[in-house]
């Protein structure tokens, strides 16, 4: 089934219930989650490509989890919170904007709170902290990030989870 087959048929049964977009589907994300999984991930220098599927426009935008929120995630840490303290006193942690992170606790996955880059619909594709731990590994072989810089986040990022954080 193309894309856009699969937009329309989720327009027209959107319609047809006629719950809106954050109806009955979203309140416990099963159904629009769904859609999320089948997210295409892709290492890249800058960490994590995932592409999504927009379900308001159908475009495809990618959204990048970049490798300290992925190390973050590994130690099962909010990105945009660990790194807050750092990122406050002046330090360049992340390429892009901090983004929020949640967690789902049925499907013990993390998603970023993204938009799409075309309509700015809410797009929050799942990654798992396995996930996560591959794209560092490859990240890492691949040179895209030190060695030394994940062994620093690593470690803080241990500290702080020890600590309660
Ligand atoms: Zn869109």
């Known amino acids: 089934m193309s894309d856009e087959k699969r937009f329309k048929d989720y327009w027209s049964d959107i319609s ?6 954050f109806g009955e589907a979203s309140l416990d994300g099963t159904s629009a989650m769904n859609e999320y999984n089948q997210a295409k991930t892709t290492v890249t220098p800058d960490g994590l490509e995932i592409r999504v599927h927009c379900e308001n426009c159908g475009r495809q935008p990618a959204v990048t989890a970049e490798f300290p929120e992925l190390i973050a995630i590994k130690y099962g840490l909010q990105p945009h919170v660990a790194y ?24 013990k996955m993390w998603f970023p709170d993204a938009k799409c880059s075309g309509c700015g619909w809410p797009v929050r594709p799942l990654i798992s902290v396995g996930e ?33 954080g």
């Open 16 to 21: 047809e219930k006629q719950q809106g977009i």
């Open 84 to 107: 807050g303290p750092l990122i406050a006193q002046g330090r360049k942690i992340l390429q892009g904007q901090a983004t929020a992170w949640g967690f789902d606790p049925a499907k």
């Open 132 to 164: 996560a731990e591959a794209a560092i590994r490859a990240g890492q072989g691949s040179g895209w990030i030190p060695l030394a810089v994940v062994e620093q986040l690593s470690k803080y990022c241990f500290d702080l989870k020890s600590r309660g």
